[in-house]
């Protein structure tokens, strides 16, 4: 073992398997679970199956721009990058990178890329400008221009309803504290279905209730800003779950070919990864991914469990004691509508081991320990590996990777690329990890990269980069940086590139 790895052990007090980035717990066989790890030794490199399916994703408020065109209707986050202090200097989604109309470059970038599928998202006021009520054909053409500029490249959309810009005029009647806001969003879905799934076979109904419900309704820093009583946060965050069921009954009355209509929900997926190779830490993460512990939104259970199992999870409901909202048993049993897949967008993971008590204990995260340009974020590839794991185990549906990716503050070079070896790193290790949990015979199908293009990252605006893309926002000049060609070639090799030592920068770090 080299030297710094005996610190950072020693500092941890727990072998490192997370936190030394390349992960080496690899006790999954004991954790309990249905997914049968094959794998062990001289089982090395990654493999992904035939028809796995590589993508990339945005979403309409952080690339589309054109926020005033063609009819489109005002959402919370036109109103909320208005305020003083709410947006990083007070950057807005008003041009973002005028997808809008560019978005058949867009579709060739992703054509030369090689992805299968892209997964984006339609702006709810675009085409129904006050939420419910009168339809904007103009915001309805635009999408199916992009669907049959996606057709004609031969990339399968992944059509996410709502992806964060609530309407506006409904916000302004309750928003997700009126129990009709369920319905309204069904009335959404409804129309999309009846436009699009003639095109549009892959659906997401929401993206990450425990941000546009948490970080909007609780912590105040997403838009619409609001910080409600932890019982009205609740309240909202039950009708969200209500919506998101009538969703899933909508598209199932709706599509066109019912039969060949997928549709998910996906989690900002929140993961917690063993400290070491020892089954007891590994049911130590396990544990801590699914607790609600805490008033605050960042847990799984909470999002997942009403919408999945048909109930609350206990813990919650015992922490949460009389904040829970009153709500007719009923609701529960509509709440639970079949889905086809799990969305999981995955970023990072906290580190977990069993605590001298038997409790999950967290560990700290060693000083300097490797970060995104994101602060929140640590570079945790094990992040991928336990995560789908421990999803799959607890809901036996079939996953997604809806996002994963990395900020860095790139630039353009002297010699005129975007050099981002730090992205090509992150890549290279997480697919690795991702690989090897496939392998062990978790049902992943899909990996979408955040994001294709550099983009609006909602209260940081344009100061994080997540792109394959590099944008140069004033001139809207696409510039593909060096992961763009990375993320081709590992494409067009269906993964096996991850194992070719030469032809990555990154080769020698994985096992
Ligand atoms: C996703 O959100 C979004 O879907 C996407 O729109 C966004 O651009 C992308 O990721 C990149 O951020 O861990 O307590 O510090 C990820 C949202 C941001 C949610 C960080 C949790 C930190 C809370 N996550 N946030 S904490």
Redesign the pocket.
């Known amino acids: 073992m080299r030297d710094d790895a005996v610190s950072r052990r020693k500092f941890l007090g727990v072998s490192a398997a997370g936190l030394a980035m390349t992960s080496t717990a690899r006790a999954a066989g004991k954790t309990g679970g249905d997914a049968k790890p094959g794998g062990g030794k001289g089982d090395k490199g990654a493999a992904f199956p035939k028809d796995f399916v590589w993508g990339v994703?945005t979403?309409s408020y952080?690339v589309e721009g054109a926020a005033n065109e063609d009819g489109r209707g005002a959402s919370v986050w036109d109103t909320f990058c208005r305020k003083k202090g709410a947006v990083f200097e007070g950057d807005t989604g008003e041009t973002a990178c005028d997808h809008y109309h560019r978005y058949k470059d867009d579709v060739a970038l992703m054509k030369t890329l090689g992805v299968k599928s892209y997964r984006f998202s339609v702006s709810w006021t675009r085409v129904l400008p006050n939420g419910i009520g009168a339809v904007n054909g103009k915001g309805l053409d635009f999408y199916s221009r992009l669907l049959d500029e996606l057709g004609k490249a031969n990339i399968t959309p992944m059509l996410t309803v709502f992806?964060?810009d609530y309407p506006e005029a409904l916000y302004k009647r309750g928003g997700w504290l009126n129990r009709d806001s369920a319905d309204w969003f069904a009335e959404y879905t409804a129309l999309l279905a009846d436009k699009f799934s003639d095109r549009v076979k892959l659906w997401v109904t929401q993206?990450?209730p425990?941000?546009f419900i948490?970080?909007g309704h609780l912590d105040g820093a997403h838009a619409p800003g609001d910080k409600l009583k932890f019982g009205d946060y609740l309240l909202a965050a039950h009708n969200g779950m209500r919506a998101h069921a009538k969703a899933v009954q909508a598209l199932r009355a709706h599509a066109k070919d019912p039969k060949a209509t997928k549709v998910g929900y996906?989690l900002?997926a929140?993961i917690a990864q063993p400290a070491s190779d020892k089954p007891e830490d590994a049911e130590a993460a396990r544990a801590a991914t699914f607790a609600v512990a805490g008033r605050?939104p960042?847990n799984n259970a909470w999002w997942t469990d009403p919408v999945v199992l048909g109930k609350y999870p206990e813990d919650g409901v015992a922490e949460y004691g009389k904040d829970m909202p009153k709500f007719k048993p009923s609701d529960l049993d509509e709440m639970k509508q079949p889905i086809d897949f799990l969305g999981l967008?995955i970023?990072?993971a906290?580190t977990y081991r069993r605590g001298a008590d038997g409790k999950p204990e967290r560990l700290p995260t060693p000083p300097g320990y490797p970060r995104a340009g994101?602060?929140?974020?640590t570079i945790t590839p094990a992040s991928i590996y336990w995560g789908p794991r421990f999803f799959y185990d607890r809901y036996k549906l079939p996953l997604s990777i809806?996002?994963n990716?990395l900020?860095v503050r790139d630039h353009v070079f002297l010699d005129g690329k975007v050099h981002d070896p730090q992205r090509i790193d992150f890549m290279h290790r997480y697919l690795s990890e991702l690989g090897r949990a496939i392998k062990e015979g978790v049902p992943v199908g899909s990996y979408y990269a955040?994001?294709l293009l550099d983009?609006?990252?909602?209260s940081?605006g344009y100061k994080?980069r997540?792109g394959l893309v590099y944008v140069d926002y004033p001139t809207q000049k696409r510039v593909p940086k060096d992961s763009f060609d990375w993320y081709r070639k590992l494409i067009a090799s269906n993964g096996k590139a991850l194992n070719e030592k030469t032809a990555l920068p990154a080769a020698k770090v994985t096992p």
């Open positions: 994703a979403a952080q992806h964060w993206n990450e425990q941000c948490g970080l996906v900002s929140q605050h960042w967008n970023y990072k906290d994101s602060d929140w974020q809806t996002e990716g900020a955040w994001s983009n609006f990252e909602w940081d994080q997540f």
